[in-house]
Nanobody, 115 residues
């Protein structure tokens, strides 16, 4: 059974930074491309970023390109999202997933960007 546990969210001021983590289990993590998606209150799931199984290739939505960095540690079965220059519009629940559709995903971690 795929298990994904996100952590690292919190309250931060605009311009600040956060680093999200996703602990994965129940599948062969090192063989799986991984993604981050987010959902703002009252809105649908939005794809944020993806990374190839070996970490060589990274992909970003236009809204986060240049500010967010996705990475992974296959030895630790962990996915990361470094978020810099945060904006109020980045406020959302962030999920990791084995698919850019966001399914399956964990319970999420709340990121709130507010003055």
């Amino acid at each position: 059974e795929v298990q994904l546990v996100e952590s690292g969210g919190g309250l931060v001021q605009p311009g600040g930074s956060l680093r999200l983590s996703c602990a994965a289990s129940g599948f062969t993590f090192r063989s799986a491309g991984m993604s981050w998606v987010r959902q703002a209150l009252g809105k649908g799931l939005e794809w944020v970023s993806s990374i190839s199984s070996g970490g060589t290739f990274q992909y970003y939505s236009d809204s986060v390109k240049g500010r967010f960095t996705i990475s992974r540690d296959n030895a630790k079965n962990t996915l990361y999202l470094q978020m810099n220059s945060l904006k109020t519009e980045d406020t959302a629940v962030y999920y990791c997933s084995t698919d850019r559709s966001g399914t399956p995903r964990g319970q999420g971690t709340q990121v709130t960007v507010s003055p």
